[in-house]
T-cell receptor
Framework: GAVVSQHPSWVICKSGTSVKIECRSLDFQATTMFWYRQFPKQSLMLMATSNEGSKATYEQGVEKDKFLINHASLTLSTLTVTSAHPEDSSFYIC???????????FGPGTRLLVL | GQNIDQPTEMTATEGAIVQINCTYQTSGFNGLFWYQQHAGEAPTFLSYNVLDGLEEKGRFSSFLSRSKGYSYLLLKELQMKDSASYLCAVRGASKIIFGSGTRLSIRP
């Protein structure tokens, strides 16, 4: 149980384009989903917390207009990187949580390379 | 402020035992997690401690002392596949904060 998927696993795009990443909880309903970014040899950095049906809560320093998050259902959250630039190249990982104070389960991650 | 400290790198021998320590200072405490992350992959859940004491799960054990703000992950009978980063994470008052991770290298 507690399987989280992400799609796509790899994205290469041109600078200025937008990229959408999907995160799905496959066998449970996630009240909360989280989006992280991880640069090489660094730890996970929380970008935003997403609750179904409400606006995402962004961490300090994360631009909400650049990283659009939609949590349309209890099993799906999407992250759209708008007008991507090379510095946005990173490993983006989502996680899903069944209920408050429950364990977070991570998706396999999406590696984004912006040329 | 909020801070989680763990060693950057450790090396151990196949078949041996290794202990990875984690100290934390957070606003509120609602549990401590250990995750394993292989290079290029997402973290996978190892353990969760919310009360003081030792939690054992196969070759892996995790210990927590809330009064000392301290935890450790103990790996026994090390295997080459245990080479990975180990992330300590604390759920504070409102969110989970991750440490920078400990890169564990296993030598034959």
């Amino acid at each position: 149980g507690a399987v989280v998927s992400q799609h796509p696993s790899w994205v290469i795009c041109k600078s200025g384009t937008s990229v959408k990443i999907e995160c799905r909880s496959l066998d449970f309903q996630a009240t909360t989903m989280f989006w992280y970014r991880q640069f090489p040899k660094q730890s996970l950095m929380l970008m935003a917390t997403s609750n179904e049906g409400s606006k995402a809560t962004y961490e300090q320093g994360v631009e909400k207009d650049k990283f659009l998050i939609n949590h349309a259902s209890l099993t799906l959250s999407t992250l759209t990187v708008t007008s991507a630039h090379p510095e946005d190249s990173s490993f983006y990982i989502c996680s899903a949580q069944l209920a408050e104070r429950e364990t977070q389960y991570f998706g396999p991650g999406t590696r984004l390379l912006v040329l | 402020g909020q801070n989680i400290d763990q060693p950057t790198e450790m090396t151990a021998t196949e078949g041996a035992i290794v202990q990875i320590n984690c100290t934390y200072q957070t606003s509120g405490f609602n549990g401590l997690f250990w995750y394993q992350q292989h290079a290029g992959e997402a973290p996978t859940f190892l353990s969760y401690n919310v009360l003081d004491g030792l939690e054992e799960k196969g070759r892996f054990s995790s210990f927590l002392s809330r009064s000392k703000g301290y935890s450790y992950l103990l790996l026994k009978e090390l295997q080459m596949k245990d080479s990975a980063s180990y992330l300590c994470a604390v759920r504070g008052a409102s969110k989970i904060i991750f440490g920078s991770g400990t890169r564990l290298s296993i030598r034959p």
